[in-house]
């Protein structure tokens, strides 16, 4: 038995489990089941003390890319698997929104927006994809992708990651020394990086002033990773062109908080790659065969990484 723990979509879900794997029983809160033969727990925003109700639990799927809900929390037992979602339909979201993020700058559409609003008419010198120079932090599942199809249409795509990596078309550094020259030549700096002790307040002033002049943030990851006020005098400065921020330290983001009415900064509420019903209980089905024949299941979240 599996419980299913969703925000919205929950008829959705129970379709797709149902489609896909009509013998697996899928029960939901409310639903009438004995929590002792829950085996697995499927699960987004899972509400606090959530695992400590099914005491014969076996692993814990995560219905996102970011585990960073699960993990840190004092009713998931340590020795079951916890399992997150490699993709599963997100990348080519993820493509789609810097994509836009990317086009806005390049095209110079938020200078256009400005220009609409004080009434000037004025061609700005647009600059070719080849001419973009693009840093993509965390070459995970979804970074790597979305490197390599942003270099496919002829952006210049470097990548940072922890461990070493051959990627065609994309110069990926790593280390130190290679987290520094990344900043050093990204005239666009977009993270993908995973949420750990590492990476809260990476984005802050000192390496977000090592951008070139003029460059912009693209923020799809989790809002701890920047420090507002860094960010905010940067911008206010002029270091900074744009941050477009999907995430952020509280969502939704704080009323009166300085970035919704910031000039220089583009924001959304969370949706740059939603996670597809579909797509997302294939994977979660294939792993489940995976752990039933021995397998290692995909997605396995390590203890010391912490994604
Ligand atoms: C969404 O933020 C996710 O981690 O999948």
Redesign the pocket.
Known sequence: MLYLHVDSGLDSWRKAFHQQQPDLQVVVAGDDFDPAAVRWVAAWNPPEALFAGFPNLEGIFAL???VDAFVRRDDLPADIPLIRLLDAG?AQQMVEYILWALLTVQRDFDVYARQQQQGIWQEQMARSMGEMRLGILGLGALGQKVAQQLAGLGYKVAGWKRSPLILEGVQVLTGDQGFDDLLKQSDVLISLLPNTTQTRGVLNRSTLGRLPQGAVLVNVARGVQVVDEDLLQLLDEGHLRLAVLDVFHQEPLVQGHPFWRHPRVVMTP?MA?A?LPEPAVEQVLGNLQRLASGQEPLGLVRADSGY
Do not use: I, R, V
Request: a neutral charge.
């Open positions: 996102g890319a970011g997100m969370h790659a996670t």
